[in-house]
């Protein structure tokens, strides 16, 4: 169990987090460039 934990966070992208866009301060939000908005790490 704490295989596929260390595995899925190797999975996501760091810089938004495995949710594939950043939340605006102002409001909407952005896709994230590092990932295309996948989520996922290259």
């Not at 966070?9 to 495995?18: F, L, N």
Request: glycine share 20%; with cysteine; proline share 2%.
């Amino acid at each position: 169990m704490k295989q596929s934990a260390t595995k899925q966070a190797q999975e996501k992208c760091p810089y938004c987090g495995g949710k594939g866009y950043f939340q605006l301060l102002l409001g909407g939000s952005e896709t994230c460039a590092e990932c295309g908005g996948s989520g996922k790490n290259k």
